[in-house]
């Protein structure tokens, strides 16, 4: 990697990652303190998600994490990049109110040309908000909108498009899953105000208590803000302490896990990128070792298949096992 790391530290910085991520060293016990140790997880894909609990946490189990999600301890709503993340609770409006609005705005002509221009963006969104006094799925909301006069096809990313566009205004967030692991939409309080140059410095010092080393570059790429902005961040950010080298560590993560998705440069060889960028922009689950991606793996019919990129290194075949029972065990649980 080319870019010079902030904070400087004489741990290789690819471990220090791991280590401010909870993958490596002393891990969260709960699920909102793993959520929270990174800021946030992101979860378009639910079992992605609970994966990326799973790998900073010891013992939890899927169930763990549902509940976590289902007592709101934990919100799955639009924030970084626009895209849904899994969010402590005390975070989501400040995070909410300093990102959503201007991703939202960013999506104005996406939103425009599906046929929601900005009064009928604002009004949909309301209606939902209504609508969302308990928890809705997707169609139900659509079905209400319907019956208000505003007929978007089921078809079409008009509905996701508008769920969002409420989510990032403050109006909505996600609710519980259904048993099938379909989503549901509940109403949100609306978002605070905030001071935006406050609350950049305090995102960019939860991005480095999380991530570190990292540099400005990287906080953009997370985080979705333009460049300058995230400069200006990070000279008023407060340094994070060094960590202490945790020693050999294998871990699995799953697809689209934050490790992988939460700097500019993967952390695997050149050569090796395709592997893990499988197109489409679906990132594959990987085997880290010591922060490195070594391979990739699958889950298939409930047996994990690795399939490594070169020599993996010495010594690491226990360590995957474990990794691939604790999946099995965290999955059933």
């Known amino acids: 990697m080319t870019a010079t790391f902030w904070p400087m530290t004489t741990v290789?910085?690819?471990?220090?990652?791991t280590v401010a991520q909870g993958l490596a060293g002393r891990r969260p016990a709960s699920t909102a303190d793993a959520v929270r140790r990174v800021v946030a997880l992101q979860a378009q894909d639910v079992r992605a998600n609970r994966l990326a609990v799973r790998a900073r946490t010891d013992g939890l189990t899927r169930a763990d994490v549902d509940s976590a999600v289902t007592s709101g301890e934990v919100v799955r709503t639009?924030?970084?990049?626009?895209?849904?993340?899994?969010?402590?609770?005390?975070?989501?409006?400040?995070?909410?109110?300093?990102?959503?609005?201007?991703?939202?705005?960013?999506?104005?002509?996406?939103?425009?040309?599906?046929?929601?221009?900005?009064?009928?963006s604002t009004r949909g969104a309301e209606l939902i908000a209504d609508a969302a006094a308990t928890p809705r799925t997707r169609a139900e909301?659509?079905?209400?909108?319907?019956a208000e006069g505003i007929d978007l096809d089921p078809r079409t990313q008009a509905p996701a498009h508008l769920i969002a566009y409420a989510a990032m205004t403050g109006?909505?967030?996600?609710?519980?899953?259904?048993?099938?692991?379909e989503p549901t939409y509940v109403r949100f309080g609306g978002l605070p105000a905030v001071d935006e140059q406050r609350a950049l410095t305090r995102l960019a010092e939860r991005y480095l208590a999380g991530h570190a080393p990292a540099t400005a570059e990287d906080f953009a790429t997370w985080s979705g803000l333009p460049l300058g902005k995230a400069r200006a961040a990070f000279k008023d950010a407060e340094?994070?302490?060094?960590?202490?080298?945790?020693?050999?560590?294998?871990?699995?993560?799953?697809?689209?896990?934050?490790?992988?998705?939460?700097?500019?440069?993967?952390?695997?060889?050149?050569?090796?990128?395709?592997?893990?960028?499988?197109?489409?922009?679906?990132i594959m689950p990987a085997v880290l070792v010591d922060g490195r991606a070594v391979a990739t793996w699958r889950r298939t019919r409930g047996e994990i298949d690795v399939?490594?990129?070169?020599?993996?290194p010495k010594g690491i075949g226990d360590a995957v096992e474990a990794e691939i029972v604790d999946i099995a065990r965290f999955l059933e649980g």
Not at 141 to 146: F, K, N, W
């Open 12 to 17: 290789n910085p690819l471990v220090a990652r």
């Open 78 to 120: 639009w924030a970084m990049r626009g895209t849904l993340h899994l969010l402590a609770a005390e975070d989501v409006g400040w995070i909410v109110a300093l990102l959503g609005p201007r991703f939202a705005h960013g999506l104005r002509g996406r939103r425009s040309r599906l046929g929601l221009d900005d009064d009928l």
């Open 141 to 146: 909301l659509v079905e209400t909108l319907r």
């Open 171 to 181: 109006l909505i967030r996600r609710g519980p899953d259904r048993s099938d692991d």
């Open 239 to 282: 340094e994070p302490p060094e960590p202490a080298d945790p020693g050999r560590t294998v871990r699995l993560v799953g697809h689209f896990d934050a490790y992988l998705l939460g700097y500019r440069e993967r952390p695997v060889p050149a050569e090796h990128t395709r592997k893990l960028q499988a197109g489409g922009g679906f």
């Open 307 to 312: 399939e490594p990129f070169g020599k993996l």
